[in-house]
């Protein structure tokens, strides 16, 4: 059973920056494709990023393209959203995601994701 844990949300002002943290339980992370996806009020989950078992591939949602990077430390079982460049519209809760798998790729869907962690706010004031 893999427990996620997410930190690192809070208030910020528009052009600013947030680093989220979410951190594994489990003692096999390196198996684990990764992603972060966020919910705003009144719509849909949404994919923002995803990564690979090695931190070799990412893929993002368009509009965090050149704004966010995630990326992983397997020694600490933890993976990282940074956010620069914040926007009003990035304001959401933002839940990791954890896929066992036996291949290097990234995934995209929520519906690929067993695994969630209780989600994190972020709000974005402008």
């Known amino acids: 059973q893999v427990q996620l844990v997410e930190s690192g949300g809070g208030l910020v002002q528009a052009g600013g920056s947030l680093r989220l943290s979410c951190v594994s339980s489990?003692?096999?992370?390196?198996?684990?494709?990764m992603a972060w996806f966020r919910q705003a009020p009144g719509k849909e989950r949404e994919f923002v990023a995803a990564?690979?078992?090695?931190?070799?591939?990412?893929d993002y949602i368009d509009s965090v393209k050149g704004r966010f990077t995630i990326s992983r430390d397997n020694a600490k079982n933890t993976v990282y959203l940074q956010m620069n460049s914040l926007k009003p519209e990035d304001t959401a809760v933002y839940y990791c995601a954890a896929k066992p798998t036996s291949y290097s790729f990234t995934y995209v869907s929520p519906d690929e994701y067993g695994y969630w962690g209780q989600g994190t706010q972020v709000t974005v004031s402008s």
């Open positions: 489990g003692r096999t992370f390196s198996r684990y494709a």
């Open positions: 990564i690979n078992k090695s931190g070799g591939n990412t």
